[in-house]
């Protein structure tokens, strides 16, 4: 079995909105991160991944995202065993100043250029080749416009 988790690669002013993850998360927490969480089970229905992402950011950093796109999924296994499925889709920012709201769960908001990203050294791999790829679903995105 899997746990389904989504993350948003949101874009605002040639950035991206980064969070520190909180020290109390067991999953890389202190690590700098996309915003996101897991599926949560509702059974039959429509949208979930992108609700969940829609709900997720909310709680987390106090902001809405519009214009979903995908960009890529993988799977890894989390430090204690479990299996994650993790759906990485493209955002805008909508409304809202991103904030730490969900204090358990994120320390700090940055905001950061693809090029900063790609140069950080202490970034993982994962997150800048997501980065990369969330950069070129929104060049492809603003030729097709």
Not at 43 to 61: A, P
Not at 118 to 138: G, M, Q, R
């Amino acid at each position: 079995m899997f746990i389904v988790n989504v993350e948003g690669a949101i874009h605002r002013n040639d950035k991206w909105l980064l969070i520190r993850r909180s020290e109390k998360e067991e999953h890389a927490g202190g690590d700098l991160s996309l915003v996101g969480g897991k599926c949560e089970i509702e059974g039959n229905s429509s949208d979930i991944l992108e609700r969940t992402l829609k709900i997720e950011v909310f709680e987390e950093v106090g902001c809405e995202v519009t214009a979903i796109k995908y960009v890529n999924s993988s799977s890894f296994v989390t430090e204690s065993g479990i299996n994650v499925i993790d759906v990485v889709f493209l955002c805008h920012h909508k409304s809202g100043e991103p904030y730490a709201k969900s204090t358990e769960e994120v320390d700090d908001v940055i905001w950061m250029t693809t090029s900063e990203i790609l140069a950080h050294t202490d970034l993982p791999v994962y997150l800048k080749e997501n980065i990369k790829l969330a950069a070129n679903v929104l060049q492809d995105s603003l030729h097709v416009l």
